[in-house]
């Protein structure tokens, strides 16, 4: 059974970083492609970013790109999202997920099978 958790969410000012964190265990996690998606109140989640399982292919929301990096570290079985320039617009809940696809990113949720409990963003103006 494959637990993925999420950390490094919180509370800062437009334009500022974070840098969130998903570590997984269990399962096989250098094989699939994992993502990051976002829930704000009253919203449905959506797609944020998304790699592959080689970190080869990466796929950003277009309102993220330019300002959120993802990366991987398989030896560490750890996925991240660096946000930077974060705007008001950017506060939700934002989880992690494996992906049960390997190269070809998919952002679509029903891809996804494992999913995190989530870490607030909350970005202040």
């Known amino acids: 059974q494959v637990q993925l958790v999420e950390s490094g969410g919180g509370l800062v000012q437009a334009g500022g970083s974070l840098r969130l964190s998903c570590a997984a265990s269990?399962?096989?996690?250098?094989?699939?492609?994992m993502g990051w998606f976002r829930q704000a109140p009253g919203k449905e989640r959506e797609f944020v970013a998304a790699i592959s399982q080689s970190g080869g292919s990466i796929y950003y929301k277009d309102s993220v790109k330019g300002r959120f990096t993802v990366s991987r570290d398989n030896a560490k079985k750890t996925v991240y999202l660096q946000m930077s320039s974060l705007k008001p617009e950017d506060t939700a809940v934002y989880f992690c997920?494996?992906?049960?696809?390997?190269?070809?990113?998919?952002?679509?949720?029903?891809?996804?099978?494992?999913w995190g409990q989530g870490t607030q963003v909350t970005v202040s103006s």
């Open positions: 997920a494996q992906g049960n696809w390997r190269q070809v990113v998919t952002t679509t949720p029903a891809a996804y099978d494992y």
């Open positions: 269990g399962g096989t996690f250098s094989i699939y492609g």
